[in-house]
């Protein structure tokens, strides 16, 4: 085989590959996506670890997504972790938002005072009043024991996204079970319930 036979050879073997990770950078995401769908969170955490996601995506969206899946996995312990990470790294405001948001919703969700309490300190640190507004009420709700906010959380139930009606129902219930309404508190927690289905079968 001439040096000119072999040069074409390695030539052509370097276009396949190229082909190869081209195709397999399209594909990626949509299997990403696919498997989302299906609520086969430990096989996109799999993706997510994989040398290619890290060409694919930025280190903020790669980290997102894994959030997500950990958070849906109830790997508490690795969604902490991921968050502490996220926390690093170098963001525009709006991810900042959304991240602090996340990460205070799940602290939230998981009694954890303190980390909410670090979540809360940034959102309102962020400019963003309407948002800031009503973490803090949540926060109030959850930790701190206050039944102020029941007009305020009922009038924004129409208005949102099924697992941020559950959120709101679970924290009215909880509203007014400190003030002995049992028969109300009983209905928020149907539709706490009821929401939890519905957000599922939206994903």
Known sequence: MTTNTILIVLLVAAVLALLVVEARKRMLPARVERLCVERSYDKVL????????????????????????????GRTSDATRTIEEMLQLRMTKP???????????????????????????????????????????????????????????????????????????????????RRGEVRAAARYRDMERASVRAARTVR
């Open 95 to 177: 991810q900042q938002m959304a991240l602090f948001t996340t990460a205070f919703d799940f602290y939230l969700d998981k009694g954890d005072k303190k980390r909410a309490g670090a979540m809360l300190e940034r959102i309102e640190g962020m400019n963003e009043k309407a948002a800031a507004r009503v973490c803090r009420e949540m926060f109030d709700v959850a930790f701190d024991g206050s039944t102020a906010h029941i007009v305020s959380m009922e009038g924004r139930l129409k208005d949102t996204s099924p697992i941020e009606c559950a959120r709101l129902c679970r924290l009215l219930a909880l509203q007014y079970e």
């Open 46 to 73: 799999e993706l997510l670890d994989q040398p290619l996601a890290r060409v694919i995506y930025t280190r903020y969206e790669q980290l997102s997504m894994k959030l997500g899946a950990q958070v849906e996995l």
